[in-house]
């Protein structure tokens, strides 16, 4: 199994990405089911984070505030935003679940003190991406634009037999404006569950080429290198991008050998 690959298990974490685990800096991930009724407690510590509700309804409590219920779907596949909590570090967090829920946490390395805020679904700008059978649906979480010291988080809709983060682009060099370094992680969904997707990652010099097959709940992290996905006919993706790095922008750059796609009729 390639080592960028981290499976999904039962239970209430479903997976867990750490900057140790990684072997990186700046991403951490993790995704929790919580039955009804049940809560889970955490410390921000030296990180901020990013509370998504991906599906279910939840309470939050975070420094000093609190936003209960919040969350508005059954499914990440349903054509809808997401409700989510900014924290900021050093804040202690409770997630209680209403009803059966999965929640993502999100985070990277912070050094400013805000206030914790409710991130609601009309606020978050959507659009739509490629064409043909490149296009996808994409949902802005907590973008750049938005306040935050090192988290850009998204979610992308990808139909049924049709290509994502294509033509396939990188940024793991911090040479702004042309591209920043940001490691990376995707959080896959599959619709219906069994199906499955490809995501290849690789480098111009091929010290890194991995291609995996992701099933539903799987998690590939991205260190460096160009990041493709493709949906098999038949299923629908979905998948939850953490992007953190040493500057708060997002630069990216095209494979030169493909970048002639974005020209195609």
């Not at 009804?36 to 939050?60: D, K």
């Not at 995707?186 to 995996?212: C, K």
């Amino acid at each position: 199994m390639s080592p960028l690959l981290v499976k999904a298990r039962p239970g209430s974490t479903i997976v867990e990405v750490t900057p140790e685990s990684a072997g990186w800096t700046h991403v951490g991930f993790a995704a929790h089911r919580l039955h009804a009724g049940v809560s889970m407690a955490l410390e921000t510590g030296s990180r901020e984070l990013c509370i998504v509700v991906l599906t279910g309804t939840v309470t939050v409590q975070a420094g000093g505030q609190a936003w209960e219920p919040i969350g508005n779907r059954q499914s990440v596949f349903e054509d809808r935003s997401p409700y989510a909590v900014y924290v900021p570090l050093d804040t202690k967090v409770s997630i209680m679940a209403v009803s059966a829920a999965e929640v993502a946490l999100c985070s990277a390395p912070a050094t400013t003190h805000r206030p914790a805020r409710l991130i609601e679904p009309a606020s978050m700008a959507r659009s739509v991406r490629g064409k043909g059978a490149n296009t996808r649906y994409v949902c802005d979480i907590l973008p750049q634009t938005a306040e935050a010291d090192g988290l850009l988080v998204v979610e992308v809709l990808t139909p049924s037999g049709h290509s994502s983060s294509y033509p396939p682009h990188k940024h793991d060099d911090d040479n702004i404006p042309t591209e920043s370094s940001l490691e990376e992680t995707y959080y896959h969904r599959l619709n219906p569950e069994q199906g499955f997707a490809y995501q290849r990652v690789y480098t111009d010099d091929r010290s890194i080429d991995e291609a995996m097959a992701v099933e539903n709940h799987d998690v590939v992290m991205v260190p460096r290198g160009y990041h493709p996905v493709t949906v098999p006919y038949g299923y629908d993706g979905y998948y939850l991008n953490v992007m953190a790095g040493p500057k708060r922008v997002w630069h990216f750059k095209n494979d030169p050998a493909h970048e002639w796609l974005i020209h195609a009729k």
